[in-house]
């Protein structure tokens, strides 16, 4: 076959998958009836979650699993709009990297809600002003972000979800080299995470702190003499080139978010994780003991971390962990009663699909 003979094949390929993406969402929209019907949510998480799987595990190549994944989420995105638009909050403005993470998770089909704080992401789901909120829970340079754990304590949402996103710092700017830069914005935490390409590199040039990477990109849209250190989807919105990329010090700087919404995820089929707080007496071996069950169990722990409690003055701090298992099966849920009894209070987070 020469090249007229395979993009020949290539234009039939195309045909057929279309047909078939037709064929699905004409599915979804009857499924999208009966949900509404039976008053069921349009995001199932485990659900989506398995397809994913499912997929990428029997692929066979020559399509990588990541290139799969990635396919299939806009397919699922798409189908899922079809049965009920759907609305994710998310920290504003466009560009952040909670708008990042939030668009790689739901897709382009979702519509997406900008939210002024990360306390506003929750109230606005809480409220119903959005279905889903996406929130950061923890940077691998920077540790928790506390104010998402303090909410997670407060607040009746329940954890459906998590990803992981690796947060790439590029050089935002008009200019035509970075002799013509004469300010560099960001949020704190990015002026931090490239302190030493700065020092390198722009040595006398006036750092200014901005409330979010995007509202940076947003300024330096308007100025030449302006540069940003923000993302590459910040720069696509805001229309501002990358000067230089990657200028961020530290490579495997990764930030985790959790996915929030007003229904339990059910069992996934495949991993799943646990997030839970508690309040434990101030005695030797509380928590040892009260950790037992869960090494009982053979339940591995992903996280542990000690926050000051803001609410009860009887407790001095709450414990956030995170371990393998679904909380509805036997063993999970055994642990998690005997926990309880353990405890000065205890609750559980949300059971979901691990990333």
């Given at each position: 076959?020469?090249l007229?003979?395979?993009?020949?094949?290539?234009s039939?390929?195309?045909?057929?998958?279309?047909?078939?993406l037709?064929?699905?969402?004409?599915?979804?929209?009857q499924?999208?009836?009966?949900?509404?019907?039976?008053?069921?949510?349009?995001?199932?998480?485990?659900?989506?979650?398995?397809?994913?799987?499912?997929?990428?595990?029997?692929?066979?190549?020559?399509?990588?699993?990541?290139a799969?994944?990635?396919?299939?989420?806009?397919?699922?995105?798409?189908?899922?709009?079809?049965?009920?638009p759907?609305?994710v909050a998310?920290?504003?403005?466009?560009?952040?990297?909670?708008?990042?993470?939030?668009?790689?998770?739901f897709?382009?089909?979702?519509?997406?809600?900008?939210?002024r704080?990360?306390?506003?992401?929750f109230?606005?789901?809480?409220?119903?002003?959005?279905?889903?909120g996406?929130v950061?829970?923890?940077n691998?340079?920077?540790g928790?972000?506390n104010?998402?754990l303090?909410?997670?304590?407060?607040?009746?949402?329940?954890?459906?979800?998590?990803?992981t996103l690796?947060?790439?710092?590029?050089?935002?700017?008009?200019?035509?080299?970075?002799g013509?830069i004469?300010?560099?914005?960001?949020?704190?935490?990015?002026?931090?995470?490239?302190?030493?390409?700065l020092?390198?590199?722009?040595?006398?040039?006036p750092?200014?702190e901005?409330?979010?990477?995007?509202?940076?990109?947003?300024?330096?849209?308007?100025?030449?003499?302006v540069?940003?250190?923000?993302?590459?989807?910040?720069?696509?919105?805001?229309?501002?080139?990358?000067?230089?990329?990657?200028?961020?010090d530290n490579?495997?700087?990764?930030?985790?978010?959790?996915?929030?919404?007003?229904?339990?995820?059910?069992?996934?089929?495949s991993?799943?994780?646990?997030?839970?707080?508690?309040?434990?007496?101030?005695t030797?071996?509380?928590?040892?003991?009260?950790?037992?069950?869960?090494a009982?169990?053979?339940?591995n722990l992903?996280?542990?971390?000690?926050?000051?409690?803001?609410?009860?003055?009887?407790?001095?701090?709450?414990?956030?962990?995170?371990?393998?298992?679904?909380?509805?099966?036997?063993i999970?849920?055994?642990?998690?009663?005997e926990?309880?009894?353990?405890t000065?209070?205890?609750?559980?987070?949300?059971?979901?699909?691990?990333?």
């Amino acid at each position: 076959m020469d090249l007229g003979d395979w993009r020949s094949r290539i234009s039939e390929l195309d045909n057929q998958i279309l047909a078939l993406l037709n064929q699905r969402a004409e599915a979804a929209l009857q499924i999208g009836d009966l949900k509404r019907r039976q008053d069921a949510p349009s995001y199932v998480p485990e659900r989506e979650a398995a397809i994913l799987n499912r997929l990428a595990e029997a692929s066979r190549g020559p399509l990588p699993a990541q290139a799969v994944i990635a396919v299939w989420r806009e397919i699922v995105s798409a189908c899922r709009a079809l049965e009920s638009p759907l609305t994710v909050a998310y920290l504003a403005p466009q560009g952040t990297f909670t708008h990042q993470a939030a668009r790689e998770r739901f897709g382009e089909s979702a519509a997406y809600h900008g939210s002024r704080t990360i306390a506003d992401v929750f109230e606005d789901v809480e409220r119903g002003r959005a279905q889903i909120g996406v929130v950061p829970v923890e940077n691998s340079i920077d540790g928790a972000v506390n104010v998402t754990l303090d909410r997670l304590v407060e607040t009746e949402l329940q954890i459906g979800g998590e990803l992981t996103l690796e947060i790439a710092q590029h050089l935002l700017s008009r200019a035509r080299g970075l002799g013509e830069i004469k300010r560099v914005l960001s949020h704190p935490q990015g002026l931090g995470q490239c302190r030493g390409w700065l020092a390198a590199n722009l040595p006398d040039v006036p750092v200014e702190e901005t409330t979010s990477t995007a509202a940076a990109a947003e300024l330096a849209a308007t100025d030449a003499t302006v540069a940003a250190i923000a993302s590459d989807l910040a720069g696509r919105l805001y229309n501002v080139p990358v000067l230089r990329p990657h200028i961020e010090d530290n490579r495997q700087n990764t930030t985790r978010f959790l996915v929030l919404g007003r229904q339990p995820a059910g069992p996934s089929g495949s991993r799943d994780k646990t997030s839970i707080v508690f309040a434990m007496p101030n005695t030797p071996g509380a928590l040892y003991r009260i950790l037992e069950p869960l090494a009982r169990e053979g339940l591995n722990l992903t996280k542990i971390e000690s926050r000051p409690a803001r609410r009860a003055p009887t407790w001095d701090f709450v414990m956030f962990v995170d371990l393998e298992g679904h909380r509805e099966t036997p063993i999970v849920a055994n642990a998690l009663n005997e926990m309880a009894q353990r405890t000065l209070f205890l609750k559980v987070l949300g059971s979901y699909p691990a990333a």
